[in-house]
């Protein structure tokens, strides 16, 4: 399922929509605006490349995620 997700998401950052550079504008504005770096989704594939070669590394990287974050988050 972790694969199938992955996939969908490289699809998703791949595909050519119509209005396709307003989109990427649109995501470059929205990050930029809450003081994230603006090219974060022009460099998508590098970000999941990251991620998919360290969850094969790490197979409970998203169990790991999940208990940290939100189970265990004293915060939230």
């Known amino acids: ?3 199938a997700a992955f996939q969908q998401v490289a699809y998703r950052y791949r595909e050519i929509q119509s209005m396709y550079p307003l989109w990427l504008m ?3 504005y929205s990050a ?3 003081g994230a770096d603006p090219l974060v989704f022009l460099r998508a594939d590098e970000y999941l490349s ?3 070669r360290r969850y094969q590394s790490e197979p409970d990287l998203f ?3 999940i208990r940290q974050r ?3 988050n004293p915060i939230g």
């Open 26 to 28: 649109d995501r470059a």
């Open 70 to 72: 939100l189970l265990d």
């Open 50 to 52: 990251d991620l998919r």
């Open 32 to 34: 930029w605006i809450y």
């Open 1 to 3: 399922m972790v694969d």
């Open 63 to 65: 169990g790991q995620l």
